[in-house]
Every structure is written in C-alpha cells, then in structure tokens.
C-alpha cells in the first residue's frame, strides 16, 4: 500500500518532468517524526522530488546518517553537517542534535524509493543495479513506473532487465491475456527467482491451480523448461569454468613436480611449500608497494612473478644440493627426508610471518568479473589464473622442445646413464631441472595467492594432488599433465556441485585408485621394453 | 633409476585369464601333455609396442628333449618371445602352448614357473642379500604358497638336492656368503642353479654365457648339452662359438619371425642370413 | 624329522633374547606396578600417573612401528598410511567406549552425547552391537584387515610399487580423514569420541586399570616382536626379502609376490589396529587427526630412526622419538617441527640403518681393532646403498 504511494508520487512527478519543486524544509523535516507511518508518508511523498536532490539524503537516512536539529533536517556526511534543504555545509555545527531511527518497515519503503530513484540516475552502474534490485522485487505497482524508465533508457543491458521485471510485475495483472504475454516473454529469463514465480503458477497444492487459465499454465509449462534448460547450462559452464581454474592451479602445481620426478624419478615432498614459498614472495612485494611505491601497487604482481620464480628456484638448489642429491636410487628414503624439509619450511614460515594467514589482495585489474552467461559470473582473478598457467605451460614446452637444456632433460628423464655416456652433465642437469621445477611451483605460488589465503600450511593439501596429477598423466608427459590437470579440476567441481566437497575429494582419489588398476602408466602411457627397467 | 614402476602388460588381456576357468579342453593346470613330443607351440605371436612389431606372427616349436639355439640380431624380438612364453607380455594375437593342453597366454608368471618352465634373465637376478645356499633353497621346486612358506622347513632329502646342485654349479665353497658376492659369472652359474632347483620340463636361458671366462663357457656348454633329453632347452645367444658347441637347431629371428631353421652349418651359409648379419 | 612348530617358534630367537623379552616382563608386569601402588607419592622411585600413560602409549606405538617395519624394513613396501589402521582400531573400540559411558553423558541420553547433538533419534545400522566387548574386538581385528585386503590386493595385482604405492596409501589416509571429519560419517566429526567412563565396568582412570592397559601394551608388543622374529627368520620372510630385491625373479621361479606381501600388508595392519585399540583407552580420546598423513609418516620415521630391517630398532625409535617429542612439546614447542624435520633429513643422510645401524658400528670398529678384521659379508656389501640392511638372518635381538 504504503509502496504504491510513494510510487504513484514519484508517477505523479515525472510526468511534469522536468520542473522540480524545491525542496520544501518543513515536508524534510517530517523524516525526522517520531510515528514511523509518517516518516513513510513522508518518504512517499518526497519520493517525488528531484532525484539528484534527494538521493542524497535517503541515502543518509539508510545509512543512519540522517539528523534533526530543531525543526533542520540534517545530514551528515563525514564530518561535514549539511542542511538537507539547501545542501549548505554548516559551521559551526549545530548544538543537540537528534539522531533519526528507523526500523525494518520504514527501511523496506526507503529501499523501494531509492532504487525507483536510482532508475533514474545519471551514472550508469547506478541505473543498472536499480534496475536489477527491482526486478528481484518486481510487483504490478511498478508497472507504471517500468514503462517510464523503459522508455528512457538507452542501454541494453538495463533496458533487458527492464522488459523482464515488467514481465515479471505483469504475472499478477489479473488480464490473462497480458500474464500470457509476461509468461512468453520470461521464457528468455535464467532468473531461479522467476523459475519459483512461474512453478507457482502451476502449484496444485490448494485443490486448484494457483494460475486460472490454461492457455497460460500451458505457456508457463513451456517457458519453464526454458528457462531450467537455461540455468542449468549456465550452471554448468559455472562450474566448467571453475574447474578449468582449479585445473590450471593443480597444472602449476604439478609442471614443476613433472619435471623433477621425471628427471630424478624422486617425489620431492616439499613440493607444496616452493607454492607456499612462492605465495609469501608475493606477499612480500605486495607489502614492499604498499610501502614504497602505492601509485605503482597494481602492478606488484607483475613484479612478484620474476621474483617468486627465483626465491622459490633457490630453495629447491638449496633443497636439491643438501639433501636430495645425496639420496639418489633411494626414493623411499628421499620421501621421509623431503617430507622433513617441508616441515622446516613450513616451521619456518611459522616463524617468520606469523602463525595466522596473510592476504594478497587482488589488483584493481583483476578484481571483479565477466559475466559470461545468465547466472555465470567469472571472477577476473580466475581467468588472470587460466591465462598464465597457459603462459606458463607455453614457456615451458618452448624450453623442453626447443632448447639445448630441454633436450637434455629429456634425455636424463629417458635414459640417465645413456645421457651419463654421450656427454649431457647429468648432475648439472638435475640441479637445473630442479631449480626449474621449483621455480614453476614458485610461479604456482602467486597464482594460487591471488585466489586463496597465505599461510605456513597451504602447501600441504597440494603435494597429493599434483602428485595424482602426474600419476594420472603419465610420467614425463607434459601434454599428459595438462590433461590430467583441466581433468581432475572439471571432474572435482562436478562432483562438488553433486556431493559436496568432501565426497568428491573422497570419490576424485578412488577413482584414481582404479583408474591406476586399469592404466598403470597413466593416460599418456610410453609403451614397450624400455618401460620396464 | 626409475623408481615407481608400474609395469605389467595389457591389463585388458589380463582380465580374461584372471577369471580363470579356461574353457574346453585348454587347461592351464594339471599334469603337463607330451603326447605328441613337442613342449612349445608358439603360433602366430604377434606383440606390438605403439605400432612397432616386436614380434611378428612369429610361429615355433621346440621338441620335448630338444636343445634349441635362439640366435638373431639385436631387436628381432628375442626376449619379447621369452617374455610372451613366461607370461610377462601377453601377445595381441596367436597362441602358445606348454605341452598339448596348457594355453601360456592364460596363465600368470608363476603358474607358469610352476607348470614347468623357467627362465634365466639377460642380466643375471638372484637375491643378492641371500646367501648362495638360500638362493637356491628359494628356488628349490616345492610348494610355493604362503601358508607353506610360513611353516616350511628343510627336509634331509631337501638339503641333499641343494648341495648337488651346489656341485653341480661349482659353489659348494661359496654356500654361505651372499650372492650379491659372486663373481659375474658365478652369478651367471648361480641363477642356472637356481633354474635346475626348479626341475623345469623347459628352461629359457637368455644369453647364458655373457660375461664369463672362455673355460667358464665351456663349462657350461657341457653342462647344457648333459640336460637335454631329460630337459628341454631353448638358448638365446651371440656366442658363435658357444653355438656351436652345444650342437644343437638352430633358429634365426629376424624382425619378430622366424628367419631360417635348421643346423648350425647350414643357417650360416643362407643368403638371407648373411644379408641380415652383414647388411646390404 | 620336523621341529614340532612350538620349538621352532622358541628357537627363532637366541636365548639372549628371550632373556631380555623376561626382564622386560618383568619390568613391565611387576616392577611398573608395584612402584605404581605400592609405593607413596613423593617416593623416590614412585611411578606417577603420567608415566604409565605416557609409556603406555609409546608401548602402543612401538607396535606399530614394528608393524610398519615388517612390511618396509622386510617387504620394502613403504605404507604412508599406516596411520588410518591404527586409528581406525582405535575408533572400533573407541565406539564400545562410547556406549559404555551409557547415560552419564552431557543429555543422559542412551545416544552418544554427538548424535543427540546431531538430532539423531537411533544409533547408525553400523554401531549395532557395538556395545558389546568382544563384537568391539571382532571389530577392531577384522575391519582394519578386511579394509587393508582389498585395498592391498588391487595396488599389489596391478603391482603399483616404490613411491607410487607410498603416495596411493598417503592418499588413501587423507581420504578417510577428510570422511571421519565429516558429522554426518557418524563417528563423532571433528571432535571424535572423548569422555570416556568405564571400560568392562571398570572406571577408565582407576589406577589399576591403567595398570592393566599398560600391561596388555607390553603383552602385546611382546607378542609382536615374537611373532615377527618367526616370520622374518622363516621361509617366509626370506621369500619376502627375496620380493624386496628382485621381485621378477620370485616370480619366475614359482612364487605370487601378491599372496606374500597381502599376507604381512594385513598382518601389519592387524598389528596397527590392535595397538589402536589399546591407546584409545589409555590416551582417552580417537579423533581424524589420528588419520592425517603427518601422523602415518611419522610412523615411518620411528622405523627409520631404530633402524629398518630389524626388530628392537622400530621399537628403539618409537621410544626415542616420541619421548623427544613430550620433552620438546613442553619445553620448546617453537622447535619441535624444526628438531622433526631436521630427524627426518638427517636420519636418512646419515644414519641409513638407523640407532640398530649406528651401535653396530661402533661394537664393529671397537671389536675389529683387537682381533685382525674378519670382514663381515653384509657390511662390505654395505656400498651398494640401494640395497636396505638384511637383518633378516641376523639382528633382532628383542
């Protein structure tokens, strides 16, 4: 009732655009009474007044920023007291001053006003978000008003989310012809929330259908399979897309890991905390542009990347001179003693930076997202990831397949004593492959930073994963890696969606486990004799 | 250096003969069937590795109490066969039989070790941590399943068929010292031992002598020629001369079949022969 | 003629270690006791509640230890996972536990405290019985084995081995982990079961039912250190060794590697749980963190730090390390990961047969020097350092 007031005022106004009645002192000051049906009188009436005006002050009044100082309607913003009539700063700032409260129902009202409002607006993104709190809320009232502001606007996008609230707001015309034309026209929506209003048309449960006429239960029968056909599709390209995500992580994790298991056929443990290493190089940097560079802040990633790269390569030649290089043909041994080194990184972690997680905030170029799909948003940060695990997977092959030293490691991952023979120095080799390998899961290290926390422990959920990675791939088969990757990834979040996560952790490892029955060598399988020594 | 080997071959043929129950006639247990003097039909084997013919419908038989030399160059699918015959690779086509009745292709490596056939490796492995007594105890043909190991011991009798066959292979002196100990071709000596111990009806010998001395080889070209007839013997080896002393067919494998057959003197005056060996 | 199997089974061990398992009988049947009662507190040699629970737990885990060495010192088969039969015997009886608080819970309830928590209204199909002592037992011997058979047969038939295996079992514990903390799993979550009352009746914190669980501890890992000096110096174990270095070859000539190692993988995971089921009483309280990798891999370095390939080494460096552990948790709890990982690495550099490893040594270098050097034939074959310590034909003297 109270709602179709205040936009029958607004109605009311804007078809005498554009002459705007001041804004009347004493009509303000009703906002501030004592009886909540009066302020939202009042709300309904000044809904009605110039937008630019008034924006401004239900803004306040939502925000519990909104004052009566006698008979003054004042707002306050910052630390600045404005007269709400003329929009004068005031100094010195009034003496007893009195808060206005509100409760749930005069705060319903104001959203209503706000965002009718808002339709309105000069910026866009304003405009846009009106447009889509009101079709989430769409009811017959707004109809009059839709048809307004539909034929005002210019941009597309509003413009669609216009038709589909007044779609919407036309269900409940009691014409059935017009709830026939909204019922066909919600067929292009993917909004669960009109799925909900169309299924309750054809809700049976008091005795009759909710919906009178059949031609529009058929209609509504009709635009409903639409519309779950379209949610569903946007739901799973959601989850495709997170897959692909969570895919290139578990791809970063696992290069690096490929390549040091190939070369030296020993799974370094500690493969987990290089991405850890890796994510606090980041942190690091970020804090360094905080501090001595914030005009440059967005572009600490950029320089993170080289960086972690290196800080993680170091700490595996350090890892890989000290102690793995002196386990050779012990790969038993070599497991316990890098499980051992990962726990003193990880102590050390502990130490240096704190027990608690650290965060890495996201770039103002990644944050935010594109919204590819009805109900399919992909988070910028995320595609940031895609993008450079195939930056980096495309340095690595062009290393493997184009350079001396690929060629050498894979000679090593082939045959170490045949390489040992035609002169590839295979212990410089191994420190090199090594401090690559690292330095890739260095580079797994900013990228996961850019998703998730940083904290002494968030290498250790990896080791598992980007060791089933290889296994699944197959030893020594980049192209293996990535398809195991992206695999496990879109299987993980299909799972995921089906069973929870847990579950599908659970059934991702006893797949793998009879996957291992059926295919020892891994999807990429290199065949004959020489497989067996 | 490979560490975490996952080898076995075609999992998929595998699963045929892990449900067990051969139909028909084939048998894979039982008393081995000589009827018609011939231990070994290899028929039309075909192996391949991502396209390449290892073998190549490769057909042979070895007679029972026969001493047959394996000679060919190097990739024309020697082991490969041996491979297929113990049942570590399973063919992608063709048949082999122990016997009339006992179809390899469906049995697993030591069922066929116990049915009858062993086989010595190219690179000689024996338990190196063992002692050389325990070696050939391990190997000693008995009942070879858990609950009898974990109640097993040595009976005189036992006992006497080691220490013959440690004289036999001339270690009765190195009896107690690990094998990992011996000489290369001690250890050579030591795995025909071990293969003795089995009793096989068949013994796969891969390149026997490599790696020992001229009277070494000689030796146990003595020895081999003494086993056939009671055994049956089929011998991979480039030692022309060590051919030639134990006498016996020989088969020449070219590119996964059979080449030329027949007696030592005659498979080395065959032009196709030669052109192999020497090249065009 | 043939030993009958009880004299073999006495014979398999030198009298000097018969004499040391008496003393340890001793020691831990009456000596622990009587200066547990007996004695006043405040006596010099009076033993103090901590102690017995404290050894009684490292008595548990020295079984395991010795379980995971049957299987990596013997078979060469290194299980990350060992962990999860440990804690799943612990939370088999941990369950009967559970029932005979009965209703001296927080809702006196019949229910376990958690399932009322939960809204549950009966016990799960899976806790039927569980109140009963020897359905509890039945419980704790033949899931752990019937859950390490089959997950054995399928990694051994396809011959999954070296790191491979070792990583599959990592997963296989964090995967029940990640399972046992789940509510709905109905095994307590995250908290597991805790609070226990009574045990056969018997108040669960009266002294003397300490006493009997320490006991049981030492009975049992007595009885571990016998059964496997049998298994190693049999044919078996030398058939297991044999696996160890040259599986191809036990093969060929007669031998299923697979029915070998499922027989020690499930005895050791028998053995796990068995000594699971004893500390959960002791320790009072099973939750998934029993499961978590860290836990399993420490197992492996309890074998490690003893020394793989004998009997008394898991059992040395299940004391030592745990003890360690205690003293530093206390004292220093900033170092203990780094002083861990530094065992870990250094262990394994340097010390590649562990305390056994490093005493024989030392006895080796002082006997040597007397007596002109009569060079043992395990230790020159010692070079090729792929090849683990044989202690299948000596050592173990437990």
Redesign the interface.
Known sequence: MIRRLILLALLAHLTCLPAFAALDPAQLARLGAEDSDEKIAAIAALAGADPEAMLPIFKAMSEDALYLAGDTLIRVEGDNYIDAASGKTLTPPPDNIESITINNRVRRTLDGALAGLRLFAAERDVRLAAAKELTASASAEVLPLLDKALAKEADPQIKQLLVLAQAKASLGSPDAAARLAAVKSLADSADPAVRQLLAAMLDKSSGSYSEPDEAVRIAAVASLTQIERRIAIGENLGRVFTGVSLGSILLLAALGLAITYGV????NMAHGELLMVGSYTTWVVQGLFRSYAPQWIDAYVLAAIPLAFMVAALVGVAMERL?IR????????????T??????L???A??IFGPQNQEVANPTWMSGGIELYAGAMLPLNRIAIIGFALFVLLIVWLMMQKTRLGMFVRAVTQN??MAGCVGVPTRRIDTLAFAIGSGIAGLGGVALSQIANVGPDMGQGYI?DS??VV?LGGVGQLAGAVWAALGLGIVTKFLEGWAGA?IA??LV??F???F??????GLFAL???F??? | MKVGTLEHADPNQREQWEDGAPSGRIMTRGELDLSHKVILYLEDITVSFDGFRALNALTLTIDAGELRCIIGPNGAGKTTMMDVITGKTRPDAGRAFFGQTMDLTRMREPEIAHAGIGRKFQKPTIFEQHTVFENLELAMKTDKRVWRSLLAQLTGEQRDRVAETLKRIRLTSEADRPAGLLSHGQKQWLEIGMLLMQEPRLLLLDEPVAGMTDEETERTAELFVSLAGEHSLMVVEHDMAFVKALGGKVTVLHEGSVLAEGDLETVQNDPRVIEVYLGR | MRTPLTIRFLTAMPRSGWIALAIFALVAWVLVPVAHLALPEGHPLHVSDYFVTLTGKVLCYAVVAVAMDLIWGYAGILSLGHGLFFALGGYAFGMYLMRQIGRDGSYKSDLPDFMVFLDWKELPWYWVGSDSFLWALVLVVVVPAAIAWVFGYFAFRSRIKGVYFSIITQALTYAAMLLFFRNETGFGGNNGFTDFKRILGYSITAPETRLVLFGLSALLLMCTLLLGRYLVTSKFGRVLAAIRDAESRVMFIGYNPLHYKLFIWTLSAVLCALAGALYVPQVGIINPGEMSPANSIEIAIWAAVGGRGTLIGPVLGAFTVSLAKSWFTVSFPEYWLFFLGLLFILVTLYLPEGLVGLWRRIRGARDKAPTAAKSEPAQTSKDDSRLPPDAATKGASA
């Open positions: 030296m056929g020993v799974i102690v002196h386990l050779y043909g012990r790969p038993l041994e070599t497991l316990l003693a499980w051992g080194l990962s726990l003193v990880i102590q050390a502990r130490v170490r004593a598992v060791f089933l296994v847990v952790k659970i490892l006893l793998i486990i009879v291992i029955q059926k295919r020892p060598q065949k004959g004799r497989v067996e020594n």
